[in-house]
């Protein structure tokens, strides 16, 4: 079992540097003294768990509800958990994540370069979703933290809920249910449709859009799609080349497009004229994607017979909270419209969806902080080597360090002294990412890498393991 070598991220992230610091604070689970280093272990051949630090200094925080899955995983490590079911507001969010090694967040929780900064302590964020456009990546990656999320757990989930949406809309049946709540019956054909043989539009082809697509055409309609790259059609669906053809073509248009500046109002008052008169508008993408005063115009005047929402460009916090004209402007405009349907983001809310997501993420992490794997990182370049073995004085240096010319030089003249097994480098933008597995090496000898490798002006995080 490996042990308690602390390389702690201690100092002011103004300056782009984390500390070594080589803790000798032992646990009862994972305790060996620094003076002992390599003396315990195992016999050659089995896989060695490495620590970076003694696990009870792990602090990792959990906001929105993450999943028990992801939870018991990261407790198993013996992490220390501190789990909430909302997100924070700014200023708490800043206060808490000054302490932890790591944060796992859902869609809500802005990790801007605000709060980033504040981070001094963080190696890694977890995004317990799809989305990640709630995080600054690129400010992340040239201060060395990681991110994570799960790419397509929730694809299905959210494939699901607009197939019901479509036949909720097509039927009026939220009108419908709602009269009768109020204690009214009003049996109504007009308007009224099957969806069999109507066109579906789908807006961004990827692991939502295409899952959509079979099953809609499972249930009779014509699918089309527009997407900015260009994509194999599954069943007989077929890719168009313009959104202006999929807006002019299809009865239903459903957004499945990525928070981006360019797909800010991508729907909006000229877009919304392109749509078929009578015709049915979904978005279960972000509340960016859709300019809602245009479509509560375009439903008052009837050229849009109905919409679903699920996403908003600004949500509420918790549960409980209002959805109103304090939130967004036009809040009770939208919630006086008739057939539109309005969901709290729910769209990868699953039982399914959230343990898969919780497992998905929870394991990713633990890869990350005990072996320094970032397959599946969406900001650092994807580095893996094979587990070191339980064989004595062996050792992980990982060095992340901004991507300038000369660099690999220097890290190698550091660990040219050594044995070095195995060794591995890439890198993403302005961010490179090297792990070496280093043999032979003694406590005295990883001080002294590390403290080369922190004098390297290019240096942006350093982290030992064994
Ligand atoms: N409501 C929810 O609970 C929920 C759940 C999961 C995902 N989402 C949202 O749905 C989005 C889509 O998810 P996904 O997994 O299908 O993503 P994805 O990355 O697999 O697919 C997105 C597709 O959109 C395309 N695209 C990008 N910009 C475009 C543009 N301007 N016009 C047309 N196409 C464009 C991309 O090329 C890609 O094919 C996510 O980014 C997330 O924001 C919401
Ligand atoms: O990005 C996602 O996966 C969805 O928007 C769902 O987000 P949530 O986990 O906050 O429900």
């Not at 007989?236 to 239903?252: G, I």
């Not at 929402?309 to 967004?328: H, I, K």
């Not at 919780?358 to 650092?380: C, F, K, P």
Request: proline share 3%; aromatic share 6%.
């Amino acid at each position: 079992m490996a042990q308690a070598l602390n390389i702690s991220n201690a100092s002011p992230r103004g300056d782009s540097q984390r500390h070594l610091s080589v803790s000798t604070s032992p646990t009862a689970a994972f305790q060996s003294p620094l003076s002992s280093f390599g003396g315990a272990l195992a016999q050659r051949g089995n896989p060695k768990q490495l620590k970076p630090f003694n696990t009870q200094d792990i602090k990792i925080l959990l906001l929105e509800n993450v999943n028990q899955s992801g939870r018991d995983i990261l407790t198993a490590q013996g992490y220390q958990v501190e789990a909430l079911k909302t997100s924070l507001p700014e200023d708490q969010l800043i206060e808490k994540i000054r302490d932890v090694h790591v944060i796992g967040i859902r869609s809500k929780t802005k990790l801007n370069e605000k709060v980033l900064k504040e981070a001094k302590n963080l190696l890694v964020i977890g995004c317990f979703c799809i989305g990640t456009n709630q995080v600054n990546l690129d400010y992340a990656a040239r201060h060395g933290i990681a991110v994570f999320n799960s790419p397509f757990a929730n694809s299905r989930s959210v494939a699901e809920l607009v197939i019901a949406e479509i036949i909720t809309l097509a039927r009026q049946l939220g009108d419908r249910s709602n009269e009768m709540h109020r204690g009214t019956w009003n049996k109504v054909s007009n308007k009224c449709w099957e969806i069999r043989g109507k066109t579906l539009g789908i807006v961004g082809y990827g692991h939502i859009g295409s899952q959509l697509s079979v099953l809609a055409e499972a249930m009779g309609m014509n699918v089309i799609y527009y997407d900015v790259v260009s994509l194999m059609a599954l069943g007989t669906a077929r890719q168009v080349p313009t959104l202006q053809t999929l807006l002019n073509e299809a009865d239903f248009v459903t957004l499945h497009v990525p928070e981006l500046p360019e797909t800010k109002n991508l729907i909006s008052a000229a877009q919304l004229a392109e749509m078929k008169d009578g015709s049915y508008l979904i978005n279960a993408s972000r509340g960016t994607v859709v300019d809602i005063p245009a479509l509560i115009n375009a439903m008052r005047s009837g050229k849009i017979a109905g919409a679903a929402l699920d996403v908003f460009p600004t949500e509420p916090r918790a549960n409980g909270d209002y959805f109103n004209n304090e939130l967004n402007s036009w809040g009770e405009d939208l919630r006086s419209v008739n057939n539109i349907i309005l969901t709290p983001h729910i769209g990868g809310s699953t039982e399914e969806a959230q343990r898969a997501i919780g497992i998905e993420v929870g394991d990713a992490l633990v890869r990350y902080i005990n072996q320094g794997v970032t397959i599946g990182s969406v900001n650092m370049p994807e580095v893996t080597l094979r587990s070191l073995t339980a064989e004595a004085d062996y050792a992980r240096i990982i060095f992340i360090h901004q991507n300038v010319p000369g660099v690999l030089r220097r890290v190698n003249e550091i660990l040219g002294e050594h044995n070095v097994d195995k060794q591995i480098s890439d890198s993403r933008g302005d961010c490179a990412y090297l792990m070496a597995d280093v043999s032979n090496v003694q406590t005295s000898d990883l001080r002294d890498i590390l403290e080369s490798l922190e004098a390297l002006s290019s240096r942006i995080a350093t982290r030992v393991l064994y």
